[in-house]
């Protein structure tokens, strides 16, 4: 039989590795988006410009 303390241990070890996987996507997908924007400004910019 498992203790209370070592379904509390497990369950902070999972809640850290799912924190961990979480910030890596959420990171990856604001990059993916900055990236995106910064495209369509530099379009406008040269549409503006004639290039």
Do not use: C, H, P
């Not at 039989?1 to 996507?25: K, S, W």
């Amino acid at each position: 039989m498992t203790n209370m303390g070592d379904l509390l241990v497990i369950t902070f070890y999972l809640a850290v590795a799912a924190g961990i996987i979480a910030a890596v996507v959420l990171f990856s997908r604001s990059r993916r988006k900055r990236k995106e924007q910064l495209n369509r400004i530099e379009a406008k910019l040269n549409n503006l410009t004639g290039k």
